[in-house]
């Protein structure tokens, strides 16, 4: 899996001229799932966005994770994120798992961030095109990906 981990003022994703989800402060995540990831790539994502210490302590240092600020996530779904244009100038996308096995992983890791935060994740649509809009804090923008060995 890979995510792209943006601390955010606020943040929004709509489809067309309907607005889905939208969140204050906390964290905006697009994120990837890759051919062969498993549960086991959802939960170790899941725990590291959570569990990630990149909001100021009271001597601002970037030291509290998300839950610690009361900070709300909107994890929205994006497969273009395994995008491979090394060759040529048209991106393939055959790094990302299809969509019948990528959709029960990603909703595999919205259930484990709830769990982890202790409270709802805002969503977007799954396999829809959206527009995502926000306001950076930083900006503070992290690439994660999961460990090749689980």
């Known amino acids: 899996m890979r995510a792209v981990v943006q601390r955010v003022l606020s943040a929004s994703v709509a489809a067309g001229s309907c607005r889905h989800s939208e969140i204050g402060r906390g ?3 697009l994120l990837g799932v890759a051919q062969g990831d498993t549960e086991l790539e959802a939960e170790w994502m899941s725990r590291k966005i ?10 601002g240092r970037m030291n509290l994770p998300v839950r610690d600020t009361g900070g709300d996530i909107l994890l929205v779904s994006q497969f273009t994120l395994y995008g491979d244009a090394s060759r040529g100038n048209r991106p393939g996308f055959s790094g990302s798992a299809d969509f019948e096995k990528a959709r029960p992983l990603y909703e595999k890791a919205v259930r484990s961030i709830e769990q982890h935060l202790g409270k709802p994740v805002m969503t977007g649509w799954y396999g829809e095109a959206m ?7 930083g900006p503070v923008t992290l690439i994660l990906d999961t460990p090749q060995r689980l």
């Open 50 to 59: 959570v569990q990630l210490r990149i909001f100021d302590d009271a001597a």
């Open 131 to 137: 527009q995502v809009a926000l306001i950076n804090d």
């Open 27 to 29: 964290l905006l995540v």
